[in-house]
Nanobody, 124 residues
Framework: QIQLRESGGGSVQAGGSLTLSCTPSLHIINPPFMAWLRQAPDKGLEGVAA???????AYEDSVKGRFTISRDAARNTMDLQMIELTPEDTGVYYC??????????????????WGPGTQVTVAS
């Protein structure tokens, strides 16, 4: 079973930046589909960025131009670089992966393996 672990969460002021990293368990190399999803206070779980092994990416509209998802093959991580953060970006960010993308790349139903989440708090 794939295990995922997020890191890099924290608290920043509005306008600040954070980079989140997701590390799959060592026996799994390059899961074909991976994504970052977030659970904001009083909101449902939403996909913010997704990446596939072909290098295709997808972003939720509110983060386009501010968030960048990428794979670091040398470190075997999937990173989410976040700039120009706003209080609306506050939430628990989850890394997720799947071997078969049955729904859309930002659809939480697509993903079967999840990390425990990392908190991102953006103060105004």
């Amino acid at each position: 079973q794939i295990q995922l672990r997020e890191s890099g969460g924290g608290s920043v002021q509005a306008g600040g930046s954070l980079t989140l990293s997701c590390t799959p368990s060592l026996h799994i190399i390059n899961p074909p589909f991976m994504a970052w999803l977030r659970q904001a206070p009083d909101k449902g779980l939403e996909g913010v960025a997704a990446y596939d092994i072909s290098g295709n990416t997808a972003y939720e509209d509110s983060v386009k131009g501010r968030f960048t998802i990428s794979r670091d093959a040398a470190r075997n991580t999937m990173d989410l670089q976040m700039i120009e953060l706003t209080p609306e970006d506050t939430g628990v960010y989850y890394c997720a992966s799947t071997n078969f993308l049955l729904w859309g790349p930002l659809d939480r139903r697509s993903y079967e393996y999840w990390g425990p989440g990392t908190q991102v708090t953006v103060a105004s």
